[in-house]
């Protein structure tokens, strides 16, 4: 028996593939990296005390971390989608909107462009399709 010869991946083609899934943001290294202070300053809000600082002054809190003005304008509209695209982690954003007085299917259902109710029964109907456009280039 002959032993297959392995192919070599492009690291790069492989990580961009996910970049056409439509509708989806894949949190890979790069936005890990990308997305450092943007998390850090989410991760701040476990403390009682940055909440407080954060709710008196969002705008000035905000100038405290190493962030990008596109991060820090996301943050701001609280866009979830501009934050992930900034590198945002949904689990640290969490903090985020729970500092908010937000839900997590809040978060989810803002990010799909449905109110926290149609996401919610969304979920309970079994979720999205599996049918329909799996490519931003159109393919199935």
């Given at each position: 028996m002959t032993e297959k010869k392995k192919e070599r991946i492009n690291i790069h083609e492989y990580l961009a593939e996910f970049e056409d899934i439509p509708g989806t943001r894949v949190f890979?290294?790069?936005?890990?990296?990308?997305?450092?202070?943007?998390?850090?300053?989410?991760?701040?809000?476990?403390?009682?005390?940055?909440?407080e600082r954060f709710k008196a002054d969002e705008k000035a809190y905000l100038d405290e971390w190493d962030l990008t003005d596109a991060a820090k304008q996301a943050v701001l509209d609280r866009d979830y989608n501009a934050m992930i695209d900034e590198g945002g982690n949904v689990?640290?954003?969490?903090?985020?909107?729970?500092?908010?007085?937000?839900?997590?299917?809040?978060?989810?259902?803002?990010?799909?462009?449905?109110?926290?109710?149609?996401?919610?029964?969304?979920?309970?109907?079994?979720?999205?399709?599996?049918e329909g456009v799996r490519s931003k280039k159109g393919g199935y």
């Open positions: 890979t290294a790069q936005r890990a990296r990308k997305g450092y202070w943007l998390n850090q300053f989410a991760m701040s809000l476990m403390k009682a005390e940055n909440r689990y640290y954003l969490s903090k985020l909107f729970s500092t908010d007085g937000k839900s997590f299917q809040f978060a989810a259902g803002s990010m799909t462009g449905m109110t926290q109710e149609e996401y919610a029964q969304m979920m309970i109907n079994g979720g999205r399709s599996p």
